[in-house]
Structures are given as C-alpha cells and as structure tokens.
C-alpha cells in the first residue's frame, strides 16, 4: 500500500493538486493495480532486452528544407499562441516562478 | 443483417447515378444524428463542405458522409479528446489522417465523443457525458472510440475514425456490432492525433463492413514525414484480396483467448466461427501465447508511463484550460491541471509518474519493456506456422452502464485480448459474428495479423463476413 506522503510526493510530481479525498482515493486505486502489476515479477527477463517500439526503425530524420507553412507572419503567429489563456502583445505571459 | 444504412459503395453508387446529391445524403445524416440525440455519439456537427474547397469531389470516398473521434484534428474545428482542460481548444491543423480524407472527397458529419483523453473501455470517462449502445441504450457502447461506434452501429454516419491504443478501435466495435480495424503500428500517421501512448496508438476505421474498412485504410494509410514512426514501405490496395477464397489459410487459436474471465455465450460465437473459417478451406491450428497473462500488467506500466510524459503539455500556459488561482508558475501547473483532468487521467498520469520516477523505473518501465519484449517474441513465434491469429475481441458483450466505473482494474479487463496486440505492434480487426444466446447482444471476433500484413487479415475477415450471412 502506498502511504499518504508518497501519493502526495506522485502528485506534487505530476503538477496535479489532490484534494483529501483524491488523495485517499487514489491512495487504494493506485496500490491495487501496483499489486496487480506486481505479477511481472514472476517473469523472468534475465536475458532479455527491452522492447521499446515494434517498427525498428531508427534515427528517422527529415530534411532540413524550409516550408512556406512554416514562415512566420500574423497568421502562423496566431495559430500558433492565439489560444494562450494570457498573453501581452506577442508574448506570453506566465506568473513569476518564485513566490513573493 | 438488419438494415444497416449506406456503405461506402452504395452511398457512392447513390451519387454515381444520381439517386442523391453529396449535399442530400449530408443533410439526411445530419436530420437522424439529431433524432438520436440522446445517444451522445456526436460533440459537435458540422455544415456541409464548411471546411473549404474539397478538391476531389471526384475522390475515392466523393461525397462519403463520416464522422472523426474527436482526438483527431480539423483545422479551424474544436478537438476537445473528451476532456474539460480542451473544451474549447480549436485545431490549428489538420491531423495527416484527416487532410488524406479530405483529399478522398469525404463529407465530414463532426465530431464524436470518446473517453477523455482516449482513456477507457466505456465512454464513461468522457467530460460531456456517457454515450448510450444503440443496441440496448442501457449498455455502454464500449471505448474509448465509443462515440464513432455507436455513430456507425445507429447509422448516424457511413464510416467513422477511431484511434486504438489497448482495444479503443476493435471493443467499442466488438460492443456495437460493427468493423474496427486497428492497423500496424506505423501503417497511419499518428500527425494531429491527440497522443495518449505514443508506442501503442494507432489511427484507424470503423464502418459496417470488412470491404469498407479496406476501403478507408486506402485513403489513410501511408508514410509521412510528420510522424517519424510510420514506415516508407509500398502501400498495398487494402481491397485487393477481399474477393480471395482462404484455402489452406493457416488459422492459430491461442488457447490461453479461451481461460476463465470468457463469457460462455462469447466463446460459443466464437468457436462457431472458427467452424466456419475452417468449413472455408482454412486449416485451424492450436498454438500457445504464453505471455497474454502478463500482456496487462505490461500495458499498465509502459502506457500511464507515456501518458504520464504526453498530458506533461497540458500546463495552463500555451492553450487550453487555465487556472486564474494563486500568485505563481507553479499554482497555475498544479490548478489547471487539478481543474481540467477527470479522475482516469489523473490516475494514470499518477501511475506513469510513480513507475518513472527516481528509483523505480528499473522496476517498472524496464521491467515492462523487457517482458514485452517475450509477448512480441510469442507472435513472431506463432507467426512462423500461423497465417492470422484468431479469437474473441472482449471477454464480454457489451456490460450495464455503471457496472464497471467504480472499479479500475475491472474495466481493464475488458481489453485483456486487444492490448497484447498494441503491445506487439500487429493488425487486428473485430467483425461482428452473431448474437449472444443470452444477452442477444453482439460479439465480436477478432483477426490478428502479421506485421503490415493488413491485407490477410481483411480477406479471412471478409470470408468470415461472407460466411457468416
């Protein structure tokens, strides 16, 4: 079972703010499948290597060509922070990263 | 079968010879989705051609209305994947799936409701409500792409997109009667799809017959310079050999598909169509996956892990939901995120966190990769006397709304036969195969192939469907 302050150090670490009860809530979901997946265990993988994607394919590289998509105007520029909840002129404006 | 509506072909017969106008069997659909409104299959609908010029009127799918899982992007359309912290998030681009469609004439009809974030086995999960079965509005339709399969079991479309990263193509189609094809990881470019698990999702069709998915898969299929995972391989015609009879196909059935945890009425189906494929010429085969057991486990480690690093970008600062809440950077990461996320995103992004963090990735995530690692090795295995895989899609028939959401790892369950397949990369699809003798409710019958080997697993398909009528 994972206890309170390990719940809590996972969300402080996942940037999500847990109230109490998510808190106890995901404190038993959270072990029960970690208790379920403990079955791996089981498995011997002494000599295996991992198996990180099925494709094989390595270092896919495009070619640095530039795309008239790709130019920067008005229009590129709203695309791409029009939707920034808070902004100033072309800027986008975050609060400050220590507390006063 | 019962009337089913159009299919590809006959809505492009339809327009052919002028029964109706692309703009007639747009507004037709459109009329039923808002009769069957209480289904909830749709979050948004669209006007006729509003998204430009559709240069190939004269295209494969000219004038096909259908309908895009809303994880994928339009250009100038809301995408909200079914969550709150994208509610009123507008595509900047097209997904590469969807500009291929569009290049192929198609009419979209708009957008349907999903798990959030893809994640689920219901449609539950979705932050704008359930979505109903169809087939008995008790039931779930199955998930996460729950909403473009009902919209194709109710004929509240022609065709539908859906994305499959455990089973989230080929359940919900199991749960609904109808076709869902997850193809080969890298077969369809992932580009403008809302990444869940970047190793496992996949794009991919859901329509009403094996001949259609065939059809979609030759309009999106293909290498692409914007997802460096799709393979720059000959795209074959998906429907080529749909009309080839399957004697001597080489058929496995794994035992370790018909373990307890399978409905009675589900294997049944099943094993009568496994007849049937034989009483078709193919030669059935007993094999042995003996890692499916594992398959599970390892999907809960390897994909809350990429999950855990994809949702990373949902932080309040670029788009999307933002917390006005506290005085710094980090109240807005922690707000936003607290506010926008349903409970199954923040438990998975949880997990993925946890099996990565400091000290237990060796325990976790290598653990995981290596023992999947021993599921592929199985296939490849399998694959060397075996021409497809074959057995049920979901242990189940589609199960009672709410009878599964207050319990995690029973949900999970659902996708015990359709995440070792993700696992390993292969194509799979779900054809419906008969009624259950007790639920009187659709199974599904799941074809598994070789790597890119598409093309078997639609003919075995297509000759089971035929078979099957």
């Known amino acids: ?66 795309r008239p998509s790709f130019i920067m105007d ?24 220590l507390r006063k | 079968m019962a009337d089913i509506g159009h299919t590809i072909e006959s809505a492009r017969k339809g327009i052919a010879v002028g029964d109706f106008s692309a703009r007639e069997i747009f507004d037709e659909y459109q009329k039923k989705i808002e009769e069957k409104k209480d289904l909830n299959a749709y979050l948004s ?60 004439g198609v009419s979209f009809l708009g957008k349907t409701n999903m798990d959030e974030f893809a994640m689920g086995s219901s449609t539950e999960n979705s932050a704008f409500g359930t979505v109903k079965n169809p087939l008995d509005v008790s039931r779930v339709p199955g998930g996460s792409s729950g909403g473009s399969a009902a919209a194709v079991a109710a004929d509240l479309c022609v065709f539908a997109l859906g994305s499959d990263t455990g089973g ?147 932080d309040g600062i670029r788009y999307g939901h933002s917390s006005q809440k506290g005085e710094a950077l980090l109240d807005t990461y922690l707000a936003s995120r607290a506010e926008g996320f349903g409970a199954e995103p923040k438990r998975r992004i949880m997990l993925g966190t946890y099996a990565l963090s400091s000290g237990y990735y060796d325990a976790y995530y290598l653990k995981a990769q290596k023992v999947r690692a021993l599921i592929k090795k199985d296939f490849d295995e399998a694959f ?32 015990i036969y359709t995440v070792p397949v993700n696992l390993a990369g292969l194509p799979a699809i779900s054809i419906p195969c008969g009624m259950g003798s007790e639920s009187n409710l659709p199974v599904g019958f799941q074809i598994i192939g070789k790597l890119f080997d598409e093309g078997t697993v639609l003919q075995a398909a297509a000759n089971l469907e035929r078979a099957l009528v």
């Open chain 2, 384 to 415: 060397r006397s075996v021409d497809v895989i074959v057995g049920p899609t979901a242990p189940t028939v589609a199960f009672k709304a709410g009878e599964k959401s207050e319990d995690p790892l029973a949900m999970y369950l659902s996708d």
């Open chain 1, 74 to 97: 008005e229009k590129l520029n709203e695309l791409l922070i029009g939707q920034v909840p808070d902004t100033k002129g072309h800027f986008v404006k975050v609060k400050p990263v």
């Open chain 2, 168 to 314: 989230s193509i080929r359940q919900p189609a199991a749960f609904c009667g109808v076709v869902g094809l997850k193809p080969t990881y890298g077969r369809v470019s992932r580009h403008g799809l809302i990444a869940m698990a970047s190793s496992l999702d996949q794009i991919g069709p859901i329509t009403k017959t094996v001949a259609d998915a065939a059809l979609v898969m030759n309009a999106i299929a293909g290498h692409d310079i914007f997802d460096s995972t799709t393979v720059s391989r000959d795209m074959p015609d998906f429907a080529i050999n749909l009309e080839k009879d399957i004697k001597g196909l080489r058929v496995g059935v794994p035992k370790e598909f018909f373990g307890g945890g399978l409905d009675k009425e589900v294997s049944a189906k099943v094993l009568t169509s496994i007849e049937l494929l034989r009483e078709a010429g193919a030669t059935i085969h007993e094999i042995s996956l003996p890692h499916t057991e594992y398959a599970l486990a390892v999907y809960y480690i390897i994909m809350p892990s990429e999950v855990s690093a994809n949702l990373a970008r949902f």
């Open chain 1, 1 to 66: 079972m994972l206890s309170d302050k390990e719940v809590q150090h996972i969300a402080t670490l996942a940037r999500i703010k847990l109230t109490s009860q998510e808190e106890e809530k995901f404190k038993k979901e959270l072990s029960s499948i970690l208790d379920y997946i403990e079955t791996l265990k089981r498995v011997d993988t002494e000599q295996v290597a991992p198996l990180y994607q099925t494709t094989g394919l390595v270092n896919v590289l495009r070619p640095d060509e530039s």
């Open chain 2, 45 to 104: 609908t669209f006007k006729f051609a509003e998204h430009g010029a559709y240069p190939a009127r004269e295209g494969d799918l000219a004038g096909v209305p259908c309908a895009i899982k809303d994880n994928m992007l339009i250009e100038g359309e809301i995408a909200t994947a079914g969550s709150k912290i994208l509610e009123n998030y507008v595509s900047a681009y097209d997904a590469t799936a969807i500009k291929k469609l569009k290049k192929a």
